[in-house]
């Protein structure tokens, strides 16, 4: 006997490995902030943000779980209340991979501020401004 799966099968078997190992990375690195969340609800979490993820264009796993594991350590809803990264998730000139890179640099950028117990100057915060565009022909 054959055992055939199913597209869906495949997929949700994908992501159940997904979730268990983003969950598994962030009780190993946060365990003190994950200890009071039982595995079923952050998973839900982390699924319910990958999703939000995927509407920014971040649909690769490793962008997804960059987003995912952002809302975990600044707050759902960060992509809305944190200004510097919404206008870069709403950016038409970055790629996904880039958009991720600056999420997982501005956390780190900001973990880093309050550990030392300083404050970032505002230029630090800031989005990367979007690139001029090309002038036109003989307008130099």
Not at 93 to 114: C, G, H, N, V, W
């Amino acid at each position: 006997m054959v055992l055939r799966l199913m597209p869906v099968q495949y997929e949700a078997m994908g992501r159940a490995n997904y979730l268990q190992r983003l969950r598994e990375l962030i009780r190993h690195h946060f365990p003190q902030q994950s200890a009071g969340i039982d595995d079923d609800r952050m998973e839900q979490r982390l699924w319910e943000q990958t999703l939000l993820a995927r509407r920014y264009g971040l649909e690769d796993e490793r962008s997804a779980a960059r987003f995912a594991l952002t809302a975990f350590l600044l707050g759902e809803g960060f992509d809305r209340s944190v200004p510097a990264l919404a206008q870069i998730l709403d950016s038409d000139q970055l790629s996904p991979s880039r958009k991720a890179q600056a999420l997982e640099d501005f956390t780190l950028l900001l973990f880093s501020l309050l550990e030392r117990g300083q404050t970032a100057p505002a230029h630090e915060l800031l989005p990367l401004p979007a690139p001029a565009p090309p002038c036109p022909a003989g307008t130099h």
